[in-house]
């Protein structure tokens, strides 16, 4: 063992690692922990890394653990006990200090979540100061190069020093002016009409999340605009279409009607990213916990009108 790797490890990895070790299975462990399986992957391979040992081995449809694994059971969690007292002991107080923060997050994730969550800081006495940037498409250096603190995005960067945990996440769906056209109905009656998409910075285009479908057969939109706010003025009183996630009813396409897409596509979820060298940080765990808050409120509220 390499005990100078020793000091890579932290609370996230150890307590990654007590998940598998339960679950026997690297897939049930990400959704216990709310992130994507090569998140999890990742952090059992920079666990074995460090410890020399390959801790887990494949047996039937799960996974066994190795004679090391089952001995640092005990352990590991008495250091994940001892990092909780640490940091319950450790002194902050949110009023007293200047949180600033810089997120990248598109308009659907900026207004759903952070007008609320700064109304309630300024209302407990807390200087917070946002600095929001376009996520678009997000790339690992915007975290590794300290651009912005916290992402918002359906698309996690993957890295073993990206951490990131799931928000909510909906169906993607056909918002329309009803006033105007009927929803289609076919998978032929969708490609024929026309659609509106945003373009983030990079060249993506919004309709890119879509999973599930041959997305090269849907034709290039007639309109692309550079934030999803632009959309409801393009669709009103016209024909076209936008197909977005379900949460959009509670932000920018609130206005537009909305219909289930007449063909089968995949979940879209909703993630928070950010750095390893914040997790720990007691200013950014705040923020984070608030976020995570509100998105729970957002997905309750988003159940009850659906």
């Given amino acids: ?49 460090t410890l020399g ?14 004679e090391t694994a089952v001995s640092l059971k005990v352990p590991v969690q008495q250091v994940l006990d001892g990092l909780m007292k640490l940091t319950d002991q450790r002194p902050f107080d ?33 200087r917070l100061k946002l600095r929001f940037m376009p996520s678009g498409i997000p790339s690992v250096s915007m975290l590794r190069e300290a651009r912005c603190q916290l992402v918002l995005t359906p698309f996690p960067p993957d890295a073993p020093d990206i951490f990131q945990r799931r928000l909510f996440w909906g169906e993607m769906m056909c918002f329309y002016d009803g006033a105007v056209r009927d929803a289609p109905k076919t998978w032929e009656e969708y490609l024929a009409s026309e659609h509106v998409s945003v373009r983030f910075t990079g060249g993506h285009d919004s309709i890119e999340v879509l999973r599930g479908v041959d997305i090269s057969a849907i034709p290039e939109p007639t309109v692309r605009v ?81």
């Fill in 226 to 306: 550079s934030n999803f706010n632009a959309i409801s003025s393009f669709v009103i009183g016209s024909n076209l279409i936008t197909t977005e996630m379900s949460v959009m009813r509670l932000g920018p396409l609130k206005d537009l009607s909305t219909a289930p897409l007449p063909f089968k596509s995949e979940t879209v979820t909703m993630y928070m990213v950010w750095h390893e060298r914040s997790n720990n940080d007691p200013a950014h765990n705040w923020l984070r916990r608030r976020v995570e808050k509100i998105a729970d409120d957002v997905s309750k509220k988003l159940r009850r009108i659906l």
């Fill in 94 to 126: 949110p009023t007293k200090e200047d949180m600033n923060f810089v997120i990248a997050a598109n308009d659907l994730q900026r207004e759903l979540i952070f007008p609320r969550l700064f109304r309630e800081a300024r209302s407990d006495g807390i």
């Fill in 1 to 49: 063992m390499k005990y100078s790797n020793i000091y890579k490890l932290d609370g996230d990895i150890l307590r990654t690692f007590l998940i598998i070790l339960e679950e026997s299975s690297v897939s049930k462990a990400a959704v216990r922990l709310n992130v994507t399986q090569p998140a999890v992957s990742h952090a059992l391979t920079r666990l074995r890394n």
């Fill in 53 to 66: 040992d390959p801790l887990f081995i494949r047996s039937g449809q799960g996974l066994a653990p190795t």
